[in-house]
């Protein structure tokens, strides 16, 4: 793989450190409460203003029509940056390649805009009570009516869904089978009942959502009745994979570790070496990916792999911190971004799923 930066990508490069040197925000309040929300959403516009909300979207829609290398440059650029969590993540990274591959013209001009801004900001409904990691075990409905459809049922541990203003998930629209028979719908939550769960810290990162004949218009629907299973699967690609969590964020808190790890007991500070190692490795494979899927390949179960590392990393990069810091770290963001962590090798699927799917798919290993 060529490992060099073209006199483009070095000019960006340095447009987004500038900006971001002279425009991002400390301190603003989480994101998981009233005044944190709007304080994001409007960190988000300001990005936006600026055409860096979403640099590899078409011009048409905010983006600049970026390569994927460059929205890797962006990201590892905003991360250094120390700025902050993106609340519309789960519209930008997940829902809108989705969109661009399956959305009709109509459901790309009237969602995309207002995503990239965060004026309507995205909760993913994928998990039910009894339908976590078994996705194709969920049990919520929607029935046919005149003009579109009524959702019926219950998800929960829906991600931003407590301050979102709308939400994607799948739904059984008939009997088929665990994968057939299920639709891909998006929808406004203003309509439906919103439960927010309460983390560890306290604060709703989730909710519950509970649908009691909630209407949703045919062209609320993406893809085609009955398709969804296939069309979900490309949204946890891009969970998995490329998107939510690019190699940026790990190399910033790599880099942090190591600064910690300085002077530490040599064993400590090798493992934040091997951390930071990891972290670039990560990097460079990534950097792989986006050639090729430039070059028109799809990552498809690939993705499962990068999954896990990153998940794993990111833990094995917190629980040192933690263990470097001692009694000092409760105090600290290492021990919220430490509770974070946990949930990665749960979120997306979980890594026991994802070791199923690399054995089956990626190795063509027996079941």
């Given at each position: ?88 993540q789960n519209g930008i990274f997940l829902l809108a390649p989705t969109l661009f591959a399956y959305g009709t013209e109509e459901q ?80 406004p939550l203003r309509d439906v009942e919103v439960r927010p769960i309460a983390q560890l810290d306290g604060e709703p990162g989730f ?133 974070f962590a946990l949930a990665g090798p749960i979120y997306a699927g979980t890594n026991e799923i994802q070791r199923t799917i690399i ?9």
């Amino acid at each position: 793989m060529d490992l060099d930066f073209t006199a483009a990508e070095r000019d960006f490069r340095a447009e987004v450190r500038a900006w971001l040197a002279a425009n991002v925000p400390r301190n603003l309040p989480s994101m998981n409460t009233p005044a944190g929300f709007q304080a994001h959403r409007e960190w988000e516009a300001r990005l936006a203003d600026a055409r860096l909300s979403v640099v590899s979207w078409p011009e048409e829609y905010g983006g600049r029509g970026a390569s994927l290398v460059e929205w890797l440059i962006f990201e590892e650029e905003y991360w250094a940056a120390g700025a902050p969590g993106r609340v519309s993540q789960n519209g930008i990274f997940l829902l809108a390649p989705t969109l661009f591959a399956y959305g009709t013209e109509e459901q790309k001009a009237g969602f995309l805009p207002r995503m990239a801004r965060a004026e309507d900001v995205w909760a993913q409904a994928w998990s039910e009570p009894e339908a976590g990691s078994d996705l194709a075990a969920l049990t919520s409905r929607a029935v046919r009516t005149d003009g579109g459809w009524l959702l019926h049922g219950h998800k929960t541990w829906s991600s931003r869904a407590a301050h979102a203003s709308h939400g994607f998930g799948l739904f059984r629209t008939s009997g088929e089978g665990r994968h057939r028979g299920l639709t891909y719908f998006l929808f406004p939550l203003r309509d439906v009942e919103v439960r927010p769960i309460a983390q560890l810290d306290g604060e709703p990162g989730f909710a519950e959502l509970r649908f009691d004949g909630v209407f949703v218009p045919d062209s609320g629907v993406l893809g085609a009745p009955g398709e969804g299973w296939r069309i979900a699967m490309a949204t946890t690609s891009s969970e998995r994979g490329l998107t939510l969590r690019s190699p940026g964020r790990f190399l910033a808190t790599a880099d942090r570790l190591v600064e910690l790890a300085a002077g530490a007991d040599p064993a400590l500070a090798d493992r934040a070496a091997r951390c930071w190692l990891d972290a670039e490795a990560y990097r460079l494979q990534t950097y792989a990916v986006a050639r090729r899927i430039a070059s028109g390949r799809d990552l498809g179960p690939a993705a499962s792999l990068g999954k896990v590392f990153w998940s794993e990393l990111d833990l094995r990069m917190h629980t040192l911190a933690l263990e470097l810091l001692g009694e000092r770290a409760a105090a600290t963001p290492w021990f919220d971004g430490f509770l974070f962590a946990l949930a990665g090798p749960i979120y997306a699927g979980t890594n026991e799923i994802q070791r199923t799917i690399i054995a089956e798919r990626v190795l063509g290993l027996p079941r």
